[in-house]
């Protein structure tokens, strides 16, 4: 920190938490819908419910803020993919549900609004390296919980000795980001659905039995067969 910034302050009660977490909701929610670039303090300010005084308390700039709300999504994305229902994607059915919580989600949204960290990332990766490098490490979180899910579907025998892991992460993760601009700029759920089917038909050309994949993955037959 340089001469003279002021330090914002850390919450030590359970009240200062939950305003300070209200306040990291509410940018990431606006930053989502109107972009960094449209998003302001009193913007924040007045959507949070807060005052002048308790947003400079704890956030005591813009940069503070964005910086705090790039690890606030960081940590919420990592935590909606740990919900026990996905299994730490140790099967072909996690993989499966992943993909219809994404689509769901965005047919409710009516495919307005994207990925909040893959957006928070296409605003900010070139903002400063700093900046960079706490995206890289929120994108790091979600690789490894894939790799480490695809690793056990090999332990347990439901993919092939043959199957990458950190290579079929990536491709989850690019695709699913990929798929998710694409719905969200063409007002239609058609890519997302078609981006996940390509991944998750990858996924099963490495398994043991793929038939029982293509049936867990629900896909058709043709992208299995073609491995």
Known sequence: MKIGEQQAA???TAKGRATRARILDTAADLILRHGVAGTGLDD???AAGVSGSQMTHYFHDRHSLIQDVVA????????????PELEGFRTLSSLRLW??????????????????F???????AESSPETRADLAEGFRKWLN?????????????????????GDLA???????QGGMLLTQTLRTIEPLE????TVLARVASFAADPARAAQVLRLTPGPVAGR
Do not use: W
Request: proline share 3%; charged share 20%; glycine share 10%.
């Open 44 to 46: 924040v300010r007045k």
């Open 10 to 12: 850390t919450p030590t």
């Open 170 to 176: 990536y491709a989850l993760l690019a695709t699913m």
């Open 99 to 116: 993909a219809d919580l994404n689509i769901e989600r965005q047919r409710e949204r009516d495919c307005q609004g994207g990925c909040s």
């Open 118 to 124: 893959g957006s928070l990332a296409g605003q900010l």
């Open 72 to 83: 606030f999504q960081a940590e919420s994305t990592l935590a909606q993919h740990q919900a």
């Open 194 to 197: 078609a981006a996940f089917g």
């Open 145 to 165: 919980l894939f790799q480490q899910g695809l690793e056990a579907m090999k332990a347990s025998g439901e993919l092939r000795a043959d199957a990458d892991p």
